[in-house]
């Protein structure tokens, strides 16, 4: 049996507690196999984004270019009103409303349908978000699978998949709470296990520790870091916060919409050199 058949009967097998990290690595290694390294994941020429018209008119993002590699935690960095959250939008396709040139996985954003872009979401990115937008009127584990059920087609696996995700985060004994009754740190991380629901090959993340105490943020970046390191899953984060330069690749600095810098971090430097 192949090793994309085999993970992909581990992924469909259910709850064996034993399996669930081969399941995840194994399945996580079929997509990066899928993607050539040599390509880039995102690149962007000349990206612009306005708002309003006439004297009001205004660039959120100004004539933005850069490419995101495979397996790169890349920050977007700097301070309120900057444009890092209008730019994520773009890249995730959450903003259809620009100039320039933007493409995913080697595809151009512009030239998919709405279902046809709404699919690459739904298949190859996991979003986290500051505010978590969980329902807490449901459990923890309908929170994590709900995506899977709304999939088009549904998961017939999503109840196994959000358990593997759960434990995945450390919360598979909150699967049966609801979010209300979770501290900060561990809605994020519901929020973390939803996103891989489907083992996204990118993660776009707004602010993920905005909204979290030192230390609980710094657990959530543990966690990211851990993702990377055993799945390969690619990074892509909005935050002003410089305790993230930790697990960065690269840091995109901007500043009134402009990119200012793109700086490769110290600790890939050291790795390259």
Known sequence: MSDEAVSAREVESGDDPDSIGTSWVAEAGRKLRAHSSAEPMIRA???ERTFGSGSAKSRAVAGVSFEVMPQEVVLLFGPS???KSTLLALIGGLDRQYTGQLSLFGKDLATLSDKELSHLRGERIGFVFQAFHLLDHVSVLDNVQAPGLFANPP???AQARARRALERVGLA??????????????RQRVAIARALLRQPELLLCDEPTGNLDRQTGESIIDLFAELHAELGTTFVIVTHEHRLDRIASRTLHLEDGRLVKNETSATNAEEDA
């Open 155 to 157: 998961l017939s696996d």
């Open 81 to 83: 009103g900057s444009g």
């Open 45 to 47: 020429e000349a990206l």
């Open 173 to 186: 004994d909150k699967a049966g709470a609801r979010p209300s009754e979770l501290s900060g740190g561990q």
